[in-house]
Nanobody, 121 residues
């Protein structure tokens, strides 16, 4: 059974850092992504990783880093220089089929339950 479990969210002041983790069980996936959803807004793409390639939303480029630990089947999102507008529930997502980087929610097959990130001023 496939499971994606996020952790690492919390409350942080603007300018601070957090590291989100996604523990993946059941199988490995060729493409992993992070999305976020703020209250009243649609879920949006944050970052994705395929092999050695990464891709980021413009809003987080240069501040966030996605990485993977294949030995532990985990995916991580290092978030630096956090801003209040980064406040959202962050979701880990997995795509079964090998492809180019995908930035839409419907391109992913499995999702975690989400972890809350709150950035205060």
């Amino acid at each position: 059974q496939v499971q994606l479990v996020e952790s690492g969210g919390g409350l942080v002041q603007a300018g601070g850092s957090l590291r989100l983790s996604c523990a993946v069980s059941g199988r490995t996936f060729p493409l992993m992504g992070w999305f976020r959803q703020a209250p009243g807004k649609a879920r949006e793409f944050v970052a994705a990783l395929r092999g050695g390639s990464t891709f980021y939303a413009d809003s987080v480029k240069g501040r966030f880093t996605i990485s993977r630990d294949n030995s532990r089947n985990g995916v991580y999102l290092q978030m630096n220089s956090l801003k209040p507008e980064d406040t959202a529930v962050y979701y880990c997502a997995a795509r079964m089929v090998q492809s180019l980087i995908v930035t839409t929610t419907r391109g992913y097959d499995y999702w975690g339950q989400g972890t809350q990130v709150t950035v205060s001023t």
